[in-house]
């Protein structure tokens, strides 16, 4: 059975950072496309980024050049690096990977922005 957890979240000042970490059990992603998502209370869950198997990267308007989506295809893992965080990116961000019949989800992790 796919599995996809991610872990990293917390609480975190207005400028500050975080890494999340998503690693997948079950089956090999290697030349899968893997994304972040984010959903605020009450909102739609937005895509934040993306990432190619072969690595190229695409981002949500709102935090270009201030995340940055990397994977580690030898660790079937995919992370999310967060700078200058600030409170709107307050959300539960999931992890997603798109694969030729289906998607696939994590559970989710808090991220808390706030002063």
């Known amino acids: 059975q796919v599995q996809l957890v991610e872990s990293g979240g917390g609480l975190v000042q207005p400028g500050g950072s975080l890494r999340l970490s998503c690693a997948a059990s079950?089956?090999?992603?290697?030349?899968?496309?893997m994304a972040w998502h984010r959903q605020a209370p009450g909102k739609q869950r937005d895509l934040v980024a993306s990432?190619?198997?072969?690595?190229?990267?695409n981002y949500a308007d709102s935090v270009k050049g201030r995340f940055k989506i990397s994977r580690d295809n030898a660790k079937n893992t995919v992370y999310l690096q967060m700078n200058s965080l600030k409170p709107e990116d307050t959300a539960v961000y999931y992890c997603?990977?798109?694969?030729?019949?289906?998607?696939?989800w994590g559970q989710g992790t808090q991220v808390t922005v706030s002063s």
């Open positions: 997603n990977v798109q694969a030729p019949t289906r998607d696939y």
């Open positions: 990432i190619t198997g072969g690595g190229r990267t």
């Open positions: 079950g089956t090999i992603f290697t030349y899968y496309n």
